[in-house]
């Protein structure tokens, strides 16, 4: 039997008998898919850049990890939800993308904290006050497939433009990061673009629900471009970037979509915060409590447990 | 339906196991008697999964539009593998010849050529496939 | 019908048979027996509804997964089954039916979906049992299906055997870990082990004498092994993983017999099989009701999409 003959016999898709057999040591690249691994694995050890404080970018790694997570454990709630087997596939799809990068992200701040916390540390044993993501994230769409829509517009617009600014970070974890992160995220924005044009112009129904939609988001988005002290720092450092910086790119591609979908940009008031302290402080709105509750919950109630 | 006080027999088959065989209706015989088609047209999806490869029928999907159906193609049968090159063309526009010629006398299926082969086996080449 | 028809018919009879009798696929614009098209549409359109009803009961975690990478994998299972029910539904679309119908079929209980799935998950080791004894019983019946007669069916399944592999091997690598963990794991482990035993041994359906379709499905080359043969050989894989995992298959009578090579075993409780067939599960209305909430939910959104496509139409109509 000649080698390429072996091979595929290896390979021999209708013998799925063979699975069993088979290693399961390591990750298989199948279920790596949307993890984001495999291409930044090497680089979580990566120093610290030089004249970058530590707890800063431990912090910051935490706030661009726990958006991606917090937001990727509500978008997952639209699984076997979503209005048409397609957008089932495309949702998950876009939840995948997100906790890959925030599992990335949140190794990364455990590394540089040196406290050897790992990704699940952070994800599944820290309180409320230790989450540093933004407000807009947290919210229950209750799925109303137009509020879905709404947050991933604002999200992707946001993140992407953030990322874009991130490829030339100090931190090769923070760069890799936004390098796959701005291939998905323009995909999620197009994604979200492309279905509030197909709800905003399409029936009176989905116009109105639409608008509904944004209207439900909007007092979330000045936060998003409000800078904390540690980014202030670290954009010094050239580790990240002012996301008040990013505020004219997502004023101006809501405005080109928007206007296309026969929408109005929604004249609603921010919520407040408090003492000046909001998300990124760990201050944070009352939905957060109940994400948590239910993300936490087997992973807390089996302490010492391994999965 | 099956009444309940009565055995329905059952089939092994249909991938996860047990299900019902007699009282199911499959749906071919009403097939268009005054039902309005509501849901979205239908698309097959062509890939090439590298360069110097033709692109091969990979399946079809459902999509409102041809981007729409783009981008769920991507999703489903390339997941999103950048580099590969996707065609989406509506299932009813295909214009496709009848096995062996037979076409005055195949009734059943023969009707409409956007009931096409799906699932066309495809080249190694193509990733994730 | 005239004596030229009763030929001609007659004679695509034979050819289709012939095609059936030489192992070659048949094609959906080949002539086939109405009898033979139906049974793929019940048959297709019955696993493509397993497949979405089956996101249900592993869904139910997805928020709660233990650790992230669990998280990811699971999500990334549910996914599949999304992607496996949408080939499915297409395969059975070249047989002259369309998805929405089938779709609407199934919210009005008119088909059905496998019975596994109207049985609740209630701990994560659920998720790993599924994948291990359901995923496992369901490659058994599907691997065969890869060399079923009608070809667009044949080929979604080598698709979909290839991502259940992986879905097995994932429900297996988490009991692992887990009866390599704390005790209250490894009991966690044997409690869903000890739930989904006799549901899993459920799936191949009835014993072979009260099984009369089978004759036919395999004379047609839709169903290659029997019931009783599939069963037999689900558990003689499954019983050396068990031992692997250090955990007990719930069942007195299940034995070495070296005479046969092969494992005896108890009987299920067909009485509950029944029940759960005939809608009264622990989940049936549940899941159901899931399933068209769902698809209710979203008639807007369908409706908002075919609006628009119409209305870009239309200009483009005008530009021209």
Known sequence: MSPHEVHQ??????????????????????????TGFEDVEAEISAPVPEGTDPADLAAYCQMLGDDALIYSQRLSEWVANAPELEEEVALANTALDLLGQARVLLSRAGHVEGRGRGEDAFAYLRDQAGFRNIALAEQSDDLDFARCIARLLIFSTWRLALLHRLLGSADPVIAAVAGKGVKELTYHRDYAARWALRLGDGTEESHRRMQAGLEWAWPYVEELFRTSDEERRLVEAGVAVDPAGTREEFDAVLAQVLEQATLARPEVAPVGTIGGRSGRQGIHTERLGHVLAEMQSVAREHPGATW | MIPSDETPEV????????????????????????????????????????????????????????????????????????????WVVKAEDITASSPAEKDPFFAPSGDKVYRHPTFYAIPEEVPHL | MTATDERSHHAFEDEFQATIDADQRIEPRDWMPEAYRKTLIRQIAQHAHSEIIGMQPEGNWISRAPSLRRKAILLAKVQDEAGHGMYLYAAAETLGVDREELTEKLIESKQKYSSIFNYPTLTYADVGVIGWLVDGAAICNQVPLCRCSYGPYARAMVRICKEESFHQRQGYELLLAMVNGTPEQKAMVQESVNRWWWPSLMMFGPADGDSPNTQQSMAWNIKRHTNDELRQRFVDMTVPQAAALGVTLPDPDLRWNSERQAHDFGEPDWSEFKAVITGAGPTNAQRVAHRRRAHENGAWVREAARAYADKQAAKKQEAV
């Not at chain 2, 268009?32 to 590298?50: A, H, I, M, S, T």
Request: charged share 25%.
């Open chain 1, 9 to 34: 016999g290896e390979h021999d898709a209708t013998n799925a008998y063979q699975s069993l057999s088979e290693t399961t040591e390591h990750d298989d690249p199948r279920w790596a898919f949307g």
């Open chain 2, 11 to 86: 089939t092994a088959e249909g991938g996860h196991g047990a299900v019902p065989t007699t009282g199911v209706p499959t749906g071919a015989i009403e097939k268009g008697q005054g039902v309005k088609r509501r849901d979205w047209p239908l698309y097959e999806v062509f890939v090439r999964g590298k360069r110097g490869l033709n692109h091969v029928h990979v399946g079809s999907l459902h999509a409102a539009d041809a981007e729409m159906a783009l981008h769920n193609a991507r999703d489903l049968y390339t997941r999103r593998n950048e580099g590969v090159s996707i």
